[in-house]
């Protein structure tokens, strides 16, 4: 029994750094004040990266685009990234606006805590637009979504009741209801063309162990929920969509630490760690870790490529390097 406990607290370790872009309900601003910032961004697998205005994932099939809508993000259009302060949604936003292709704009729900985290590594180069809205408040969210060609979600909270819950802040209402939220203002905008979910293995696997332990109290009931929505909504809306499904996110994605204590970077999970390669596969079926990096490359890649379109797929680590933009294609392409 012990064993089982053990397994479900590192579960849900990768529910932790996912979580911290929660949102508390209460009276919100639609609109307060937009900052264009200037930073560096963290190191999010810079060598799969193409130079900054470079079209990802040019050499993609076309042939596995979803039959809803397009979806294809083209240069210049709008990307928000809703939790843009959080554990991996600020990576995220970063990586985005690195490759200098997109007009990013992040939506969080505290303006001066998401530009103390976004300016966290000083520096210049990367403009980032932000918006305050609560999504727990459709009406809040508004504004911020108006002409978005794609909006990334990466919110969530935690799988066991903590401090996080406080303000109605359960999984229910951030991984289901929240989600119907953002569909609804996303797609109210009238430009919408993708939306993009960050969700989490095991979510088809609610019944097994080790994930019928980290759904005790409904996180993956709920993460569940809100993809159904997602698909309800691309099929109705006529856009279209992506699912993310990570591992166990390993370390904390702004700085991670070794059992001995040693800081490590978003980069390099583990000193001399092999397993830098990204698998992708299509469905639930996969188990394993996860680098805050290489979860923030493949939303980056993923807004970016048309082989992730209608795609529910996990993402984990394996042996290997970072991946090279040929190799992302290929990935892509793949599933």
Partial sequence: MAWAVSAAVLLASSFLTHSEAF???????????????????AKCSSAGRTRAGAKLGATASRSSMSAAAGGEILEGDTVVVVGASGGIGRLVTQSLASTGKYKVKGLVRNLEK????????????????????????????????????CVV?????????????????????????????????AAGGGSLKRFVLLSSVGVTRADKFPFVILNAFGVLDAKAKGEAAVRKAAKEGGFGYSIVRPGQIKGDPF??????????????????????????????????????????????????????????????????NVPSQGTWDELFAKL
């Fill in 153 to 185: 979600a990466c919110t969530g909270t935690t799988a066991f009741p903590s401090k996080r819950w406080k303000g109605g802040n359960t999984p229910d209402a951030v991984d289901n209801l929240a989600v119907g939220n953002m569909l609804r203002a």
């Fill in 23 to 41: 949102f508390s309900p209460g009276s919100t601003v639609r609109v307060v004040g937009r900052e264009a910032l200037s930073h560096t961004p």
């Fill in 255 to 320: 700085l991670a630490y070794s059992n001995s204590g040693a800081a490590l970077s978003p980069d390099a999970p583990e000193k001399g760690s092999a397993k830098r390669m990204v698998s992708l596969r299509q469905g639930d079926s996969e188990a394993g870790d996860v680098n805050p990096s290489s979860v923030a490359e493949v939303f980056t890649q993923t807004v970016g490529q048309t082989g992730a379109i209608g795609k529910s797929f996990t993402v984990i680590n394996s042996l290997g």
């Fill in 114 to 149: 998401a530009k103390e985290a976004l300016l966290s590594s000083a520096g210049g180069g990367l403009e980032i637009e932000l918006e305050q809205g609560d999504i727990l408040d459709e009406s809040s969210l508004v504004a911020a979504m108006k002409g978005a060609a």
